[in-house]
């Protein structure tokens, strides 16, 4: 009956100041909310790390004494394990502000049932429930929201995840963008898992499940204001299977990550800060469709920092790796997986090894590459 | 390890026409979301019970077979029930809207979390964990931010649940307001309650916690635009702790429910319809502050069908009502509880006795009275 709670940022950390991350406001355009601070990179750091972690940390610890509950929160921006009684959930939640709210292999309804019943797969758990918000705007057509609750509906039944709790608002014309979405799921970990972002060692394996960047090319194409002509369509799909069988065939595994916001560069470098551990990742091991290639050459983009909303990293022991590329390639929705590097002994840093022989340096996505993806 | 989902809309019910609301899309002004489809009554049962719940129950009779997670949710627009394993968990979701984001006696951020703890407290839960969604606008001053994240830690601490897991995005200039916050809980049910908006029988005792309107009142003021000139302050507050004494005081409470968008009347109705009984209330029962009496005669607003955030409803047996009227009594937060009517024979019906001893029936709330009010 003891309460403890354990998250990422450290107590007594200045407000607007978190962990390697200066915020020092108000200075300029640092004063306002700017689009890159939705960017899943360095912006968006500055405001979960710097504003939310030590604010609601400190809440949490002053909040939890005599609780029958175990939080060990790892991060404000993933999921929550949450102990209650003998259960180990998984929480997690996302809102979906995607532009265009249709896309070539998806929709923002499908998107959001994937994207929570995927973090909660991230956390090693199977997605047991959701809850649906929504936030209309007036002047939203009917027949447009039916079209989403369809695709909504649809998306539930498909990954087994039913919906069972909702809540439903207006807002003023101008004051949204037709609906935006926010689902928020529990899963149960039964599998004797320890999945952390520290727990990244030297020798490990970096796999991924699939070809990168496909979502957000497609979502760029379906702007249409970049007269982007491609085939590509979103990757948008449940992981949840996939992430299953990668925990049975490699139980040690590290940590599961979706590369969204941000992309695989984004996440790695989380991880090797979180692990204190280097991350070599070879580029002509990285699989890229050729659509997505040529149109993140077409664009100046690297596909290494463009978001998936189908995919995810597992980073896992040597003695390992065999078994969990042998379970993703035996899917046919893992079937392009493949290991893309190793880790290294740090300091914290990710490395890549381009195709020509060079070695670059990858960091966090800094500013505003890609608004409203997901 | 089997699976049953029961919702409270029958499966098979045609798309958009739900249990006696009838929908009849497309047509003129029905086609498009209108403010009024936000405000908790009729118009906001046309979109949950005529499009969200026959699209959704049916995913989720799809979704569970298999499944180890018996899903009892009772309606989409409160809080689920969930088994998993031994627990018997609350689960609720709600996004806050509300214009201005600052008003006396509260502000939007710690209403988003007295307005979830409050939810799970309706279903008989202990509240242990909240997440945390942020939908900011492009432009929003970084310093208003903070007070609004302060404003959350604090109401955490204070109400002793931690929020464990987030998600920031960010919109363009123009495409929202600021702000908008989902919080998503998970509680705990311990006690042996069995709470149900169908369990209502006649004879049972109608309870509310305390003066109503107040937040309502004070929303409209701060609003400016009425040239409103009152001192009531919301009541937004968690009223979790004088739930579960009233739990423990009654513990064959029917049912608990906090009178939101749509006011006390609406609530009444939505119960008096899902238990087939009729509800009789005494109009000069019910408690209402002399100034959100003024500004109600003022705007021609009855209190009944203005929003709380800090109060409740109880149908209690006429056993137990002295025993919850009592032990809500005790409490400096519930000093002015009141038993403000009874529960009669069917057919389903809210009638309310006025001061003066005439009868006169009470419906849902319908069209736009207070859009944004949470």
């Given at each position: 009956?003891?309460?403890?709670?354990?998250?990422?940022?450290?107590?007594?950390?200045?407000?607007?100041?978190?962990g390697?991350?200066?915020?020092?406001?108000?200075?300029?355009?640092?004063?306002?909310?700017?689009?890159?601070?939705?960017?899943?990179?360095?912006?968006?750091?500055?405001?979960?790390?710097?504003?939310?972690?030590p604010?609601?940390?400190?809440?949490?610890v002053?909040?939890?004494?005599?609780?029958?509950?175990?939080?060990?929160?790892?991060?404000?921006?993933?999921?929550?394990?949450?102990q209650?009684?003998?259960?180990?959930?998984?929480?997690?939640?996302?809102?979906?502000?995607?532009?265009?709210?249709?896309f070539?292999?998806?929709?923002?309804?499908?998107?959001?049932?994937?994207?929570?019943?995927?973090?909660?797969?991230?956390?090693?758990?199977?997605?047991?429930?959701?809850?649906?918000?929504l936030?209309?705007?007036?002047?939203?057509?009917?027949a447009?929201l039916?079209?989403?609750?369809?695709?909504?509906?649809?998306?539930s039944?498909?990954?087994?995840?039913?919906?069972?709790?909702?809540?439903?608002?207006?807002?003023?014309?101008?004051?949204g963008?037709?609906?935006?979405i926010n689902?928020?799921?529990?899963?149960?970990?039964?599998?004797?898992?320890?999945l952390?972002?520290?727990?990244?060692?030297p020798?490990?394996?970096?796999?991924?499940?699939?070809?990168?960047?496909?979502?957000?090319?497609?979502?760029?194409?379906?702007?249409?204001?970049?007269?982007?002509?491609?085939?590509?369509?979103?990757?948008?799909?449940?992981v949840?299977?996939?992430a299953?069988?990668?925990?049975?065939?490699?139980?040690?595994?590290?940590?599961?990550?979706?590369?969204?916001?941000?992309?695989?560069a984004?996440v790695?470098?989380?991880?090797?800060?979180?692990s204190?551990?280097?991350?070599?990742?070879?580029?002509?091991?990285?699989?890229?469709?050729?659509?997505?290639?040529?149109?993140?050459?077409?664009?100046?983009?690297?596909?290494?920092?463009?978001?998936?909303?189908?995919?995810?990293?597992?980073?896992?022991?040597?003695?390992e790796?065999?078994?969990?590329l042998?379970?993703?390639?035996?899917r046919?929705?893992?079937?392009a997986?493949?290991?893309?590097?190793?880790?290294?002994?740090?300091?914290?840093?990710?490395?890549?090894?381009?195709?020509?022989?060079?070695?670059?340096?990858?960091?966090?996505?800094?500013?505003?590459?890609?608004p409203?993806?997901?």
């Amino acid at each position: 009956m003891t309460a403890s709670t354990d998250m990422r940022a450290s107590n007594g950390v200045a407000r607007l100041r978190g962990g390697g991350i200066a915020c020092p406001l108000p200075i300029d355009d640092r004063a306002v909310v700017q689009m890159a601070h939705g960017g899943g990179g360095t912006k968006t750091a500055e405001i979960i790390e710097g504003m939310l972690l030590p604010a609601l940390t400190e809440a949490a610890v002053a909040a939890t004494p005599g609780q029958d509950c175990r939080v060990q929160a790892g991060e404000l921006s993933d999921g929550a394990i949450v102990q209650v009684g003998d259960e180990r959930l998984a929480f997690s939640t996302d809102s979906f502000v995607v532009s265009p709210r249709f896309f070539p292999g998806g929709d923002i309804g499908s998107l959001a049932i994937h994207g929570t019943v995927n973090d909660l797969a991230m956390c090693g758990a199977v997605p047991l429930t959701l809850s649906l918000a929504l936030v209309l705007e007036e002047g939203l057509e009917m027949a447009e929201l039916q079209r989403i609750v369809d695709s909504i509906a649809a998306a539930s039944a498909a990954v087994g995840v039913p919906v069972t709790t909702g809540d439903t608002k207006v807002v003023d014309r101008g004051k949204g963008d037709g609906v935006y979405i926010n689902t928020t799921g529990i899963g149960r970990i039964t599998a004797p898992v320890d999945l952390s972002p520290s727990n990244c060692r030297p020798g490990d394996a970096i796999l991924v499940s699939g070809p990168i960047g496909d979502h957000g090319v497609a979502i760029m194409a379906a702007r249409g204001g970049l007269h982007l002509d491609t085939d590509v369509v979103s990757d948008s799909a449940s992981v949840v299977d996939l992430a299953m069988a990668v925990l049975t065939a490699a139980p040690n595994t590290r940590v599961l990550r979706d590369p969204t916001r941000g992309g695989v560069a984004t996440v790695l470098c989380e991880l090797a800060d979180a692990s204190s551990v280097a991350f070599d990742v070879d580029e002509h091991h990285v699989p890229v469709r050729p659509g997505v290639r040529a149109a993140c050459e077409l664009l100046g983009l690297d596909p290494l920092y463009v978001a998936c909303e189908g995919r995810f990293l597992a980073i896992v022991p040597p003695e390992e790796a065999d078994a969990a590329l042998a379970a993703m390639q035996s899917r046919a929705d893992g079937a392009a997986a493949a290991v893309i590097g190793e880790v290294a002994q740090g300091p914290a840093h990710v490395v890549l090894r381009t195709a020509i022989g060079s070695r670059r340096r990858l960091t966090r996505l800094s500013g505003e590459q890609l608004p409203r993806i997901c």
